[in-house]
DNA sequence: AGTCTTTATCGTAATATTGCAATATTAAGT
DNA sequence: ACTTAATATTGCAATATTACGATAAAGACT
């Protein structure tokens, strides 16, 4: 085996479940938290920003774009990433729902 | 290669990407669904709700107890598994944070 | 056209994850 | 002590992920 078994699950469980998936990464949280605090997003600069090869770079923000999370625009000859706000919306608001119904019900442990 | 170079993101960064890796996949994310809906938390009646094998369950278990997002309470022959509050407020703040700062930038893609 | 710069893709090695059958463990009930 | 029930652990096969060197692709510049 090794892989997931997503048949079996509802299609929300899988949507939620790869987005978060995509930022279960310390170099996709690196890449993120720095697209927050950056004006300009130039994939380059997010190269030079993380400790990892220009490959390994490249494929994460692959990753990242694959969930939804970041968008790409070509900006002549290099690519400005930026963090799609709506996705980062609803992984909130999907763990405010959580906290929200946790808070109405007595936890037994 | 193969293992995530942990060594080089700041500890933050590590732990927070460790408690959002554990929820992405969809039969924990299915635990924590049931849990959440449940009134009793018994490891049997998860089994039982999950399309997968006992041994396989009780390893995703594993994972989002050593993550953090669930405790587990031996209460006699059975173990009440109950979802931590305080790991899913961790994670609700830190995305409502995302969110705010986005609001507060303008995005350029 | 040739060159430089920037980003993506390919190929591959190392490691991790997923899933389950078989088995072990632990507590309850008899 | 024996048996049953519930959960965990072990061992293993299949697949996925991570990382990077080498190379390709695409646009900018001369």
């Known amino acids: ?5 997503t048949d079996h ?3 929300k469980q899988n949507s939620i479940a790869k987005m978060i998936k995509a930022l279960g990464h310390p170099a996709r949280i690196a890449i993120v938290e720095y697209l927050m ?3 300009d ?9 993380l400790p990892l ?8 923000l692959k990753e990242l ?12 000859n290099a690519i400005c990433y930026c ?3 709506k996705a980062i ?11 929200a119904k946790l808070k109405l019900k007595k936890n037994c442990c």
């Open 89 to 99: 919306e609803k992984l909130q608001h999907y763990f405010t729902g959580i906290s």
């Open 65 to 76: 774009k694959n969930a939804g999370l970041i968008k790409g625009n070509v900006e002549g």
């Open 37 to 39: 605090k950056v004006d």
């Open 41 to 49: 997003c130039i994939c380059g600069d997010i190269v030079n920003e």
């Open 9 to 11: 699950f509802t299609e």
């Open 53 to 60: 090869a220009q490959p390994t770079v490249s494929q994460h």
């Open 83 to 85: 963090i799609d706000e």
């Open 1 to 5: 085996m090794g892989a997931t078994k």
